[in-house]
């Protein structure tokens, strides 16, 4: 059967602490065939249950090279929830300065050329 339950993961995190991982905003729309009295929160902190060698990989990689752990994929298992999770470099604040520049550039460039075209 089709399960009724969504997540959202646009806004989710992972979070690296106290040697334990959290899956943080990520929004999960609770099945409507679960008892009514039991409400869960859709947007609550979940921790993620992975093995100590994957944590120590994960918290090298963003401790000591400056990745990002974010959620890529959710999906059912049964009873539980699995997240695919990946580490992701971002980007550094003067690469973004440059993305910005080059922008701010093409858009003169544009006027520019539709000026000189008219």
Do not use: M
Not at 16 to 37: M, N
Request: with cysteine; glycine share 6%; hydrophobic share 30%.
């Amino acid at each position: 059967s089709a399960r009724a339950g969504k997540a959202q993961i646009t806004e989710s995190y992972v979070l690296l602490k106290d040697g334990e991982a959290w899956l943080i905003g990520t929004q999960f729309t609770p099945l409507q065939t679960v008892s009514t009295h039991y409400v869960t929160d859709p947007t609550r902190t979940r921790k993620l249950l992975l093995h100590s060698k994957e944590l120590g990989r994960l918290l090298e990689a963003t401790q000591q090279k400056g990745y990002t752990c974010v959620c890529t994929a959710l999906y059912w298992k049964k009873h539980l929830i699995k997240a695919e999770i990946c580490l992701a470099k971002g980007k550094q604040q003067h690469d973004k300065r440059d993305t910005e520049k080059e922008r701010d550039w093409d858009r003169q460039k544009q006027r520019v050329l539709r000026e000189h075209n008219k």
